[in-house]
């Protein structure tokens, strides 16, 4: 399906709505029924149905159906944020007893899930270097029925060979998942290279104006009805109309906002390169990544969002740094239209600063919309 064709009309009937361009935003709970055929028809199957919005609502179906075809999915469910994108199928697809590989320093609430949430239910989970893909296959037990990935992951950007994975992963009859929020439908298909199931917050590059907080996930008509029929509807995370409003109104500039990011996100890496007081770039798509071939091989373009250390190591140099800036915003969170910094020592206490520790001295910027020229006055200013 044509890229132009998903984001401007797959799943909009608009001589439904008066030939209205831009999509009804139906704010409505519940839904109305003229005979007990009907509302019994509609109760037997809530996916469907147009009956109570925590299950199926007209202005998220629009959405589901982009979403889907961004992926190249066969169907797809909107969650009211990233997390439960991820946590809810993961509860729906485990049991007590089970086991997860879980890549190493996945997105922070994804750590504690694994570590602290899942336990309370007898699941268990094994953390791995995938950039190693012989670390994931030593890692299968028994009892494995996931493996999650998160390739890139967005603060040091190690990868996972999803090929490779997915191809030892389907004959053991294990599940892959990933979290795909960095590189986004357009840069990398997860689904094409074998993975199951596609997570992503929707907060990120798919909203893209920072106004809203929102999850996705793709996979097989049969995993998500699955996820749908018991876990989605009984823990109830459903997005709201007017933000999957505002999500359907954020994808029809998608392929420009990304572009845009990559290419000044480019620009602004390269001049940092030649800066004194940079010492490392962390970046899958620079020359000198360790994982660049394994990056040219499996994504179409890079996320703008990289991280680098000051050759000055020291803690008090970095917030220094950081203080000074005036357009780029210190903020968790990325994706929008506005540059952002997160320093790694932002995440602790100052006393556990250890500088030999790489990730302790990161500093993680994204590019947003800006001219690449004023993200390089405000770093040069803040260097100075
Ligand atoms: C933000 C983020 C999430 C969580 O998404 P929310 O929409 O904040 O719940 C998950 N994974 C990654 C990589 C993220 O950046």
Redesign the pocket.
Known sequence: MELSYILNELGEERENYFNAVSPPIIQTSNFTFKTVADFRQALGNEFDATLYSRGHNPTLNILRKKLAALDGAEDALVFS??????SVPILALLQQGDHAIVVEN??S??IKLFKNFLPKFGISATFVDGSDTANIENAIQANTKLIYL?SP??FSYELQDLAAISHIAKPKGILTMI?N??CGPLYQQPISLGIDLV??????YLGGHSDI???VLTGSQQLINKIFDHEFMNIGPSLSPHSAWLLIRGLRTLPLRMQRSFETAKIVIAWLQQHSAVDKILWPFAANFKQAQLAAQQMQGCGSMFSFTLKDPSIHKIEEFCDKLQHILMAV???GHESLIIPSIAGFAKGDYDENNIRHRLIRMYVGLEDADYLIKDLEQAFK
Do not use: L
């Open positions: 944020s990233g997390v439960a994108a991820i996945p997105y609430w994804t998160e992951n967005t979290d929020s960095y997570a992503q917050s929707a907060t990120k907080v929102a999850g969170s990325w994706g």
